[in-house]
């Protein structure tokens, strides 16, 4: 059955960077959009990145621009979350979530609704 699985969670200190990784396992079909998603204690999911079937298309909150980098490694069934300049308000649990296509479509969706595959979660904590 489909897998994500995060990981690169921790501790940082404000300033700091972290690359989150997604490992997918499982989809019986090579074209897959991947989200980024966070959620803040006592708040709502948000979405922080999106990525297309392939690099051309991704989206970020605008907040997040310039912070933020989404990759994926298709070879390896992975995808990246590269998080630079973190503030104190970057602390949530961070998902990626994923979305089947039969088609080699580079679509991005932002939306929880839009994905059917979601990981555990791996949490973030920006602290001095």
């Known amino acids: 059955q489909v897998q994500l699985v995060e990981s690169g969670g921790g501790l940082v200190q404000p300033g700091g960077s972290l690359r989150l990784a997604c490992a997918t396992s499982?989809?019986?079909?090579?074209?897959?959009?991947v989200g980024w998603f966070r959620q803040a204690p006592g708040k709502g999911r948000e979405v922080v990145s999106a990525?297309?079937?392939?690099?051309?298309?991704?989206y970020y909150p605008t907040s997040l621009k310039g912070r933020f980098t989404v990759s994926r490694d298709d070879p390896n069934n992975t995808v990246y979350l590269q998080m630079n300049s973190l503030k104190i308000e970057d602390t949530a649990v961070y998902f990626c979530?994923?979305?089947?296509?039969?088609?080699?479509?580079?679509?991005?969706?932002?939306?929880?609704?839009?994905?059917?595959?979601w990981g555990q979660g791996t949490r973030v904590t920006v602290s001095s």
């Open positions: 979530a994923a979305r089947l296509s039969w088609t080699p479509t580079d679509d991005v969706y932002t939306e929880e609704r839009d994905y059917p595959y």
């Open positions: 499982g989809f019986i079909s090579p074209y897959y959009a």
């Open positions: 990525i297309g079937y392939n690099d051309a298309n991704t």
